[in-house]
């Protein structure tokens, strides 16, 4: 198994389950490389750092990573 350093495997695997390959590629650059981190995130702060993401995207990211990692053990 190679592993991307530009796109690790674990954020995958995190973030994947709450939003799409893409927008998972605009968080990393953006700094929040752990479900942890978007759950912490202001969706404000994620609006202006993320292109083409609308208030209510950013407030569902945040919200899905508040509960996912309860199902993930994480």
């Not at 695997?13 to 927008?23: E, L, P, V």
């Not at 490389?33 to 995130?41: D, F, I, N, Q, V």
């Not at 404000?44 to 899905?64: C, D, G, N």
């Amino acid at each position: 198994l190679i592993v991307n350093k530009v796109f690790p495997l674990k954020l995958r695997c995190d973030i994947m389950f709450i939003t799409s390959q893409a927008r998972a590629r605009q968080l990393l650059k953006a700094g929040y490389k752990t479900l942890s981190s978007l759950a912490w995130a202001d969706a404000s702060s994620l609006v202006t750092q993320i292109e083409h993401l609308s208030r209510r995207q950013a407030h569902q990211i945040v919200s899905a990573a508040k509960v996912k990692p309860l199902h993930l053990n994480v």
